[in-house]
């Protein structure tokens, strides 16, 4: 049973081409992981899963409901009610400290700083990130900036988490440490997890993986799904 | 490399004396490392004992008769089962998929299929490496990090030939 879903997808930006019939499907509580070479699109179909572009056919499907008919705002809302993101750089909002950052998800819905930022506290001890809590982004190291974007991500309790090259400016260890936790935290959450990665190194943290290559998906041999 | 395998496939392109079969070895599989002529003729008589290959003509040469070898039934499916299933992952397995790469574009056969069962035979054993890492034995994790590493760099190959097959195609298919 698929709990979010691309079912042919197609996308052009401009006269280039994107996505030329991309679907894939996954499962409540699954991690996924896309691969692909630089260009395949497959942070395009990213992109379409999490309700951020548009396809020009094709459907996508969140819990049993079309996002791609749903207007702008909806999908905004849908993207703040139940979605989170971890992207490779430049997430955090300079001016704000950790803290604030890391509740910027729950101040944007309408939770009070009073109740908000013992929340974001708790993220941050749970991801090693404790005394940190009143710098600001520029005081921090690529590790500790990715787990605070990690921390920020799941803060709200999204039921997906859509992660682009989490990992892609970080050095191995560090990679790893935040795989680690985001995984784990994924798993202990229940949290379905949609991953872009060229790496293999960070795909083998997924519970399988598709490939995305001119623009299509497909599933490796051994665990083929619809595309 | 599995050399009676590598000339089945290449008795499965077309039907070929043992001469031309060593020099097409040679080309694409020797690197600079040619296989004797005596290697050739006994491999050729052990497939054509085990059924695999036929001599489809004999003629008579300045030395021994020349015979042209054609493969059966038999020897073009133990081919194709070569073909299509994953090679073990471990290190240093790039001639046997080099081998399988360039079998395939010259038979006309999905390549890039083969590779992506071969991609998702090496994340299996990476999973399985990483799940080694998980637990708290410092030395076992720094065994699996070797093993990842060097699966990686296989993988990192596989991307890059799957990214020239149609470059690679013309090369071999001339």
């Given at each position: 049973m698929s709990f979010i879903e691309a079912r042919n997808i197609v996308l052009s930006f401009g006269a280039t081409p994107a996505l030329r019939g991309a679907s894939v499907s996954v499962a409540r509580g699954e991690i996924l992981a896309i691969m692909g070479p630089s260009g395949s699109g497959k942070s395009t179909l990213l992109h379409c899963l999490a309700g951020i572009l548009v396809p020009d056919s094709g459907e996508i499907l969140f819990d049993g409901k079309r996002v791609d008919k749903l207007s702008e705002t909806q999908r905004s809302t849908l993207r703040r009610d139940h979605f989170g993101f971890v992207f490779q750089f430049g997430q955090l909002v300079p001016e704000l400290t950790v803290e604030e950052n890391v509740a910027l998800p729950l101040l944007l819905s309408g939770t009070r700083r009073k109740q908000?930022?013992?929340?974001?506290?708790?993220?941050?001890?749970?991801?090693?990130?404790?005394?940190?809590?009143?710098?600001?982004?520029?005081?921090?190291?690529?590790?500790?900036?990715?787990?605070?974007?990690?921390?920020?991500?799941?803060?709200?309790?999204?039921?997906v988490l859509f992660a682009d090259e989490p990992t892609g400016a970080l050095d191995t260890l560090t990679g790893e440490q935040v795989m680690d936790l985001l995984v784990a935290s994924a798993r202990e959450q229940g949290t379905t997890v949609i991953l872009v990665t060229h790496e293999p190194r960070v795909a083998i943290y997924a519970d399988r993986e598709v490939t995305v290559r001119d623009g299509r998906a497909s599933a490796h041999a051994s665990d083929r799904i619809g595309s | 490399m599995s050399v009676p395998l590598t000339l089945l496939g290449l008795l499965e392109r077309q039907s070929s004396h043992g001469y031309d079969l060593?020099?097409?070895?040679?080309?694409?599989?020797?690197?600079?490392?040619?296989?004797?002529?005596?290697?050739?003729?006994?491999?050729?008589?052990?497939?054509?004992?085990?059924?695999?290959?036929?001599?489809?003509?004999?003629?008579?040469?300045?030395?021994?008769?020349?015979?042209?070898y054609v493969i059966t039934d038999i020897g073009a499916t133990e081919v194709h089962t070569w073909l299509i299933e994953p090679v073990e992952p471990e290190p240093h397995l790039q001639t046997v998929l080099f081998a399988k790469v360039v079998l395939a574009l010259m038979l006309d056969l999905p390549a890039e299929e083969y590779l992506d069962t071969q991609r998702s035979a090496h994340l299996r054993r990476m999973r399985k490496l990483n799940e080694i890492?998980?637990?708290?034995?410092?030395?076992?994790?720094?065994?699996?990090?070797?093993?990842?590493?060097?699966?990686?760099?296989?993988?990192?190959?596989?991307?890059?030939?799957?990214?020239?097959?149609?470059?690679?195609?013309?090369?071999?298919?001339?």
């Open positions: 908000a930022l013992p929340e974001a506290g708790v993220w941050l001890e749970r991801l090693g990130l404790e005394g940190l809590e009143k710098r600001r982004s520029g005081e921090l190291s690529g590790g500790q900036a990715q787990r605070v974007a990690l921390a920020r991500a799941l803060v709200a309790g999204p039921e | 060593k020099r097409d070895y040679d080309t694409f599989f020797g690197r600079g490392k040619p296989l004797p002529f005596g290697q050739v003729y006994a491999t050729l008589s052990r497939l054509a004992r085990d059924g695999k290959v036929e001599i489809s003509e004999v003629r008579p040469g300045d030395g021994p008769d020349r015979k042209r890492k998980s637990g708290d034995n410092l030395v076992d994790a720094l065994l699996a990090d070797f093993g990842l590493f060097h699966l990686e760099a296989d993988l990192r190959w596989i991307d890059l030939t799957v990214a020239r097959l149609d470059a690679l195609t013309k090369a071999v298919r001339p």
